[in-house]
Nanobody, 115 residues
Framework: QVQLVESGGGLVQAGGSLRLSCAAS????????LNWFRQAPGKQRELVAT???????YYSDSVKGRFTISRDNAKNMVDLQMNSLKSEDTAVYYC?????????WGQGTQVTVSS
């Protein structure tokens, strides 16, 4: 059983920064890709960033160059550093992974960017 717990959300002014963290329970953390999704009010949940077990990364066009995903396999954690935040980044951010065909989601953390 995997549990994902996010932290680090909050209120920030446009142009500011926030760092989100996700702590994962369970074994074999290092072999799985890890994802950050977000869902804004009235919109579908969207993939923001992915980090593979190899360390390779993917970013959506909307955050490329501003967000950085990283992982610490020794601590079972994945972070999302968010810089140059915009009002359109306001959303609930979710940590996500798939293990043995089962999807796991964190409870979400709210990020609000004021303009």
């Amino acid at each position: 059983q995997v549990q994902l717990v996010e932290s680090g959300g909050g209120l920030v002014q446009a142009g500011g920064s926030l760092r989100l963290s996700c702590a994962a329970s369970g074994s074999s953390f290092s072999i799985y890709a890890l994802n950050w999704f977000r869902q804004a009010p009235g919109k579908q949940r969207e993939l923001v960033a992915t980090i593979a077990s190899s360390g390779s990364t993917y970013y959506s066009d909307s955050v490329k160059g501003r967000f950085t995903i990283s992982r610490d396999n020794a601590k079972n954690m994945v972070d999302l550093q968010m810089n140059s935040l915009k009002s359109e980044d306001t959303a609930v951010y979710y940590c996500h992974m798939i293990s043995r065909g089962i999807e796991y989601w964190g409870q979400g953390t709210q990020v609000t960017v004021s303009s």
